[in-house]
């Protein structure tokens, strides 16, 4: 991402320290911020967990999240790790932090030590996210830039229909940002689902790891399947292309949500229980 720059660390692999890795399950609202990734202009989640842990402990320690949210991306369970040189208990760092991150609205929801070999980023299995789509007359006041408003209403059946076009290993260079760094554009989707909760469409996604912007560019084009624009075979079309012209109108950030990330036997038990209800990764943003 341009503009990002690295935040100066204290302590080293390679310093005689024994160092802890501490592991963090976060929530946080996204709309006041530049995205996940320190920026040398701007606020960002990692930047202010980071200054966070410089006030209550003095280190100056690197976070590293499992997904590179952009700006205005929510999370409800995003995961991230740190090193301490001190064996701080992990409730206590928990508590600290929070109290160091008022007023921004983040949260450390679970903090625990981890093995070394643990890495938030590449040890993740699978990442969920979560997109709202809510569908009336009246604009939202309490969701207001937690959704995207469309006042039309939508098909989620045939959203649905379409949405499983996507399930399963395919090339998404159609639904991918041009400014995507990832290797390849080869993903696998393990599930897509689109379901009508009230007045809000959801949308829940599941993969290891995501393109930059795949989520939103392929929830933008379902939309149209919603509006009648387009039908399901449209959405196959435009996946088969594989040119970024032939994609729908991408999805405001608004309405997305990482909402979960899970992780295997990278150590005897699990590094960080997911929370509740909500190699080459190059993320959703």
């Known amino acids: ?142 969701n207001r830039d937690r959704v995207w408003w469309l006042t039309a209403h939508l098909d989620a059946e045939a959203m649905a229909r379409a949405a499983s076009h996507f399930i399963g290993r395919h090339d998404f260079t159609t639904f991918r940002a041009a400014q995507c760094q990832a290797k390849s554009p080869v993903k696998t989707l393990d599930s897509f689902s689109v379901v009508r909760e009230g007045e809000e469409i959801v949308m829940c996604v599941s993969a290891r790891s995501f393109l930059h912007n795949q989520v939103r560019s392929m929830v933008g084009s379902l939309k149209l399947v919603g509006e009648g624009k387009w039908q399901a075979g449209d959405i196959a079309a435009a996946l088969a292309v594989c040119d970024r012209s032939a994609c729908g109108p991408v999805a405001p950030a608004s309405g997305l949500y990482l909402e979960r990330v899970d992780y295997g036997a990278v150590e005897d038990e699990q590094p960080l229980a997911p929370a509740e209800g909500a190699g080459d990764t190059s993320d959703e943003h």
């Open 1 to 142: 991402m341009e503009g990002a720059v690295k935040h100066p660390r204290l302590f080293h692999w390679d310093d005689q320290l024994t160092m802890r890795r501490y592991a963090i399950t976060i929530e946080y609202d996204g709309t006041p911020f530049v995205g996940w990734q320190r920026q040398a202009a701007g606020s960002s989640i990692q930047g202010v967990l980071e200054d966070a842990i410089f006030k209550f402990c003095g280190e100056r320690a690197g976070v590293r999240g499992a997904g590179r949210t952009d700006a205005g991306v929510h999370a409800t369970g995003q995961v991230a790790h740190f090193d301490l040189s001190k064996d701080w208990e992990a409730g206590r760092v928990r508590d600290a932090m929070n109290f160091h991150l008022r007023p921004h609205p983040v949260a450390v929801l679970q903090c625990r030590q981890a093995d070394d070999r643990f890495d938030a980023r590449f040890s993740a299995t699978k990442r969920t996210y979560r997109y709202r789509i809510l569908t009336r007359r009246a604009p939202p006041v309490l």
